[in-house]
């Protein structure tokens, strides 16, 4: 279903009806461009960490608008073995319902626009009828500013006027006092004949407001002063006769109008707000982008820190799955071979995998995947909702029977949750948003600094004696140049001790010196929670939409195990691993840890040590969970970490996480 600012207040209630009987929701967004400084392959660097990577997009793409935001519901009907699907496509653009209110600016990028053209997108749609948004801060401000003016209008006399903040009655300049005497003679001819109204011409505000100070002063009965719009946006002031009994009764319908169109104005926020009271499993593919979208243009600022963003993503919405990685992740990496959303839905309709039965209710816009619809935000939610299903649902082939339908609720599905695909990036997969990330050992690593007219082929000549090398530029001056072997950075090391025109440092002394620069002010306190800096604003509207009541409530960390721990500890959740490289989009090859095993799904230890368990016994018990076991799964997640750090090896592989 098409939603614009014209039918959103006749949609909102079944979005969020939608919303709160789902089982799980998919989502969507399309953006105005994506960096505004550095090239895309820049801005991806192969070896970023997750922090750099953070810090990158925080900088330069949040200045973009996201303003098509796709949702889709997905409740399953047991007696149909149906989904029932329920598709809105949002336009979304910030209009300024009021003088005081946010004035946003947002850039583009042209060959973003571009694209977005060519695949028929409606831009007049986006900036006519584009619902609007506030997020909680700006929104917190313009209410009180509107209970500040209702407060000095209850008590400033019979005019409705009240001075802006911080000014006060002023003196009638020389070069006006013509024009306010024009003003008292149209109002004292009012006065006299039988009109009821009197509009005067479109003035400035400041003329305006010396209307108003006029007027107050000189008529302290019997006149209604309210300034309002034409067509054209030129404003002027509307006097009209009126009794006491009628002069309250307008101030009342213009109360609340403003309140209405405050209530308006926060306009698409109320949907996120659903989204995260639910807290349902929301699916996205690659959305990594779209998660820092929607915080920073919906809730708030994204935090400096990359943990501090985790903690406000996980109070926003408590449970990712983003399909991009699972495509990528065993047991779908063998058979997948494309994880671009368009190729992956269309394996995802072929064997091994079956592509679900869905239904649309009547009175609701259906898509049909025959006609394909790409990059409308709407038919890409609802297509990742379909991808999520199907794979889903090829877990159940492994367990003992079968099964054909696996809940979105299911334990098989933890391994994925919360873990966000990091484009690009070589060794590591994920941006684990629910725990710490890996740190994969990077010794075969260089950090090389050298002139701004040096190009790729010069690093190639200058490491041309190591044999095959891959270079990752970081800037204009700077690029990582990875190894072969280990066993050369020594060598290399050595040979440039003396070079005047470039600088070589291995990557540990890169890390060593970007930490001197730069400190994070994140403090952990000794029983595991983070105290975390992060404005902390109700999120709770007029209009009865109040979000959770720990919206930036510190998350207590959780720390996921690394491989040696999972290898070596008897509660270990998967068996064996053995190492492989795969090629994923693009020319970059990326490792990840593959799961080996006597069977085609790793088989699971007992949490007390005991003999390797099947998730069948598991999944056979799926039906009794409820949403507040769900809850309690969420929370036992984030445990303390059972010893230092520095005693365990950091993983560097993918860190394939516990599920029991």
Same mark, same amino acid.
């Given at each position: ?70 949702? /889709? ?18 336009? @979304?653009?910030?209009?300024? +319902? ?7 600016? +947002? ?7 571009? +694209?977005?053209?060519?695949?028929? %997108? ?13 997020? =909680?801060?700006? #929104?917190?401000?313009?209410? #009180? ?33 013509? +024009? ?7 109002? #004292? ?13 479109? /003035? ?31 404003? %002027? @002031? ?14 009342? =319908? ?17 949907? @996120?707000?659903?989204? *995260? ?112 299903? &199907? ?29 966000l695909f990091l484009m690009r990036v070589i060794d ?25 007219? !040096?190009?790729? *082929? ?37 040979? &440039?001790?003396?070079a005047e025109s470039y600088r070589i440092q291995t ?5 060593? *010196? ?9 403090? !952990? ?18 209009s009865g939409y109040s979000h959770t009541d720990n ?36 020319? /970059? ?39 507040? =076991? ?16 520095? #005693? ?11 599920? !029991?």
């Amino acid at each position: 279903m098409e939603v614009t600012r014209q039918n959103f207040k006749e949609v909102l209630p079944e979005v969020c009806n939608a919303v709160q009987e789902a089982d799980f929701i998919s989502i969507d967004g399309e953006f105005t461009g994506i960096s505004d400084g550095p090239s895309v392959s820049a801005l991806t660097n192969g070896l970023d960490t997750p922090e750099e990577r953070y810090t990158k997009l925080r900088k330069h793409s949040m200045n973009f608008l996201l303003f098509q935001f796709g949702v /889709c519901t997905f409740r399953y009907d047991q007696n149909q073995s149906t989904y029932i699907t329920k598709a809105f496509n949002f336009y @979304i653009f910030p209009k300024p +319902f009021s003088r005081t209110s946010p004035d946003i600016k +947002f850039i583009c990028q042209s060959s973003s626009i571009d +694209f977005l053209a060519s695949q028929g %997108f409606d831009f007049n749609k986006v900036f006519r009828s584009g619902i609007p948004y506030l997020n =909680q801060e700006e #929104e917190c401000q313009l209410r #009180e500013q509107y209970e500040e003016r209702r407060g000095q209008m209850n008590g400033a006399g019979p005019v409705s006027y009240t001075p802006p903040s911080g000014t006060g009655v002023c003196n009638v300049p020389e070069d006006q006092r013509e +024009f306010i005497r024009s003003v008292e003679e149209k109002v #004292e001819a009012l006065l006299k004949n039988t009109d009821q109204t009197l509009d005067l011409e479109p /003035c400035t505000g400041f003329q305006r407001k010396l209307i108003y100070q006029t007027l107050n002063s000189k008529y302290s009965k019997g006149l209604h002063v309210e300034a309002l719009e034409t067509e054209k946006k030129e404003r %002027f @002031i509307q006097i009209s006769k009126v009794d006491d009994e009628e002069r309250r009764r307008r101030e009342q =319908q213009k109360q609340q109008r403003e309140q209405e169109e405050l209530n308006d104005a926060v306009g698409f926020s109320r949907v @996120i707000r659903a989204i *995260s009271k639910s807290g349902k499993l929301v699916v996205g593919h690659n959305m990594l982008l779209d998660v820092m979208h929607t915080i920073h243009q919906f809730c708030g600022p994204l935090p400096e820190e990359l943990d501090d963003f985790k903690e406000v993503a996980m109070t926003v919405f408590p449970r990712l799955l983003d399909t991009k990685l699972m495509a990528s992740t065993q047991p779908f990496k063998e058979i997948i071979h494309n994880t671009s959303l368009a190729e992956l839905h269309k394996q995802l309709r072929q064997k091994p995998f079956r592509p679900p039965t869905t239904e649309c209710p009547e009175g609701l816009q259906s898509y049909d995947t025959s006609t394909e619809q790409l990059h409308e935000a709407g038919y890409d939610a609802f297509i990742t909702g379909l991808c999520f299903i &199907s794979m889903a649902n090829y877990l159940g082939s492994f367990l003992t029977p079968p099964k054909s339908h696996i809940s979105a609720r299911s334990k098989l599905l933890e391994p994925f949750y919360n873990k966000l695909f990091l484009m690009r990036v070589i060794d590591i997969p994920y941006l684990n948003m629910s725990g710490p990330d890996l740190q994969p050992k990077r010794d075969h690593v260089l950090y090389v600094t050298f002139p701004k007219e !040096w190009k790729t *082929s010069d690093l190639y000549q200058l490491f041309s004696a190591f044999g095959n090398i891959q270079v990752s530029w970081v800037d204009d001056t700077s690029a990582f140049v990875s190894l072969s072997q280990t066993e050369q950075v020594q060598i290399a090391m050595n040979t &440039s001790r003396y070079a005047e025109s470039y600088r070589i440092q291995t990557y540990a002394e890169y890390l060593q *010196s970007r930490q001197k620069n730069t400190h994070s002010s994140r403090k !952990w306190a000794s029983d595991g929670w983070a105290d975390t800096s992060y404005p902390s604003v109700a999120m709770t509207t007029a209009s009865g939409y109040s979000h959770t009541d720990n919206w930036h409530q510190a998350v207590k960390r959780s720390i996921s195990p690394s491989l040696d721990e999972q290898n070596h500890g008897a509660d270990s959740s998967w068996t064996n691993y053995s190492v492989k490289k795969i090629k994923t989009e693009g020319s /970059c090859t990326q490792t990840y840890a593959d799961v080996a095993g006597s069977c085609d799904w790793p088989r699971l230890q007992a949490d007390e040590g005991g003999a390797s368990v099947s998730p069948v016994a598991e999944e056979a018990e799926l039906d009794e969970f409820s949403a507040n =076991q769900s809850q309690g799964k969420r929370s036992r997640k984030h445990k303390k970490r059972k010893s230092d750090a520095s #005693e365990t090896t950091p993983p560097a592989l993918f860190d394939v996480p516990q599920v !029991w």
